[in-house]
């Protein structure tokens, strides 16, 4: 038998279900109508704008904005950001490259845009778990 066995190591004792998965590199929810913005994870600290753009310009989509993360306290880069795009195509396109690797960090990317046209609805997605 044994299944997926073995998990005795490092376990951290009672973590809520499957707490140590890889972080999924690709968007878990539906993509919000008219999103032209993705959230990126992971980045690297060398991380600039001309880096993003030539990286999703590999896959065709043209970036018109970046916008990057850092700690409020320190002042540090968090490696994370917003990444606007020409059109919701060019999204469609840019989140395909979650998981490939930008100077040797696989890039996490996931959906920016939220509703706000349309009020309440179910919270955030994504956005309401502590990664």
């Known amino acids: ?24 590199y690709k968007p878990q929810g539906d993509k919000p109508d008219g999103c032209v913005e993705i959230f990126c994870g992971n980045l690297p600290w060398t991380i600039n704008e001309e880096k993003i753009a030539k990286f999703f310009s ?15 306290e320190t002042g540090e880069f968090k490696g994370i950001g917003f990444v606007g795009f020409d059109s919701t195509g060019d999204v469609d396109k840019a989140v395909g490259l979650g998981g ?11 959906y ?13 997605g994504a956005w309401g778990k502590k990664w």
């Not at 590999?58 to 409020?72: C, E, F, I, M, P």
């Open 1 to 24: 038998g044994g299944g997926k066995g073995g998990g005795s190591w490092g376990a951290d004792g009672g973590g809520k279900g499957a707490g140590r998965t890889e972080r999924p």
């Open 58 to 72: 590999g896959a065709g989509a043209t970036v018109t904005s970046t916008r990057w993360l850092n700690d409020k």
């Open 100 to 110: 490939e690797q930008l100077d040797g960090r696989p890039i996490r990317i996931d």
């Open 112 to 124: 920016a845009g939220q509703k706000k046209e349309k009020g309440g609805g179910g919270g955030g």
